[in-house]
């Protein structure tokens, strides 16, 4: 199970493949695979980078940057993938088991972590 945090601000919480020790699973990446993930920037295929897209990166973009977009240029990926980089960061826990990882993480998101309350973008 892991959290991201933008400075202070607790902003989601997720859990890797739950069966991390499944070697023949060629999904079975743990923490660091899913921190890879996020870290890349692609919004298709990974929520959390539309989230971020949607929520820090879109709200800053100025005139020039959306006729870009408008004309085909493709730049949310690497803005995503930059302020990903460059402003967040993560903590991990490891757990026994798949069952516990997802049960901590629906746990902090319908009540919190305490001292830092619930995700901001996956409450």
């Not at 971020?52 to 408008?70: F, G, K, Q, S, T």
Request: proline share 3%.
């Amino acid at each position: 199970m892991y959290t991201i945090w933008n400075e202070s601000s607790f902003i989601y919480v997720g859990m890797s493949y739950a069966h991390r020790n499944d070697l023949d699973n060629a999904k079975t990446k743990g923490v660091s695979g899913r921190r890879a993930s996020h870290a890349s920037g692609r919004r298709s295929g990974d929520q959390f980078c539309i989230y971020i897209c949607d929520r820090y990166v879109v709200p800053h973009l100025n005139v020039a940057d959306m006729e870009a977009l408008a004309n085909g240029a493709r730049i949310l990926d690497a803005r995503t993938r930059d302020f990903i980089r460059d402003e967040l960061s993560y903590r991990a826990v490891i757990t026994a088991s798949g069952a516990e990882a997802r049960a901590l993480e629906l746990l902090i998101r319908r009540d919190d972590l305490p001292g830092a309350g619930r995700p901001q973008i996956n409450p």
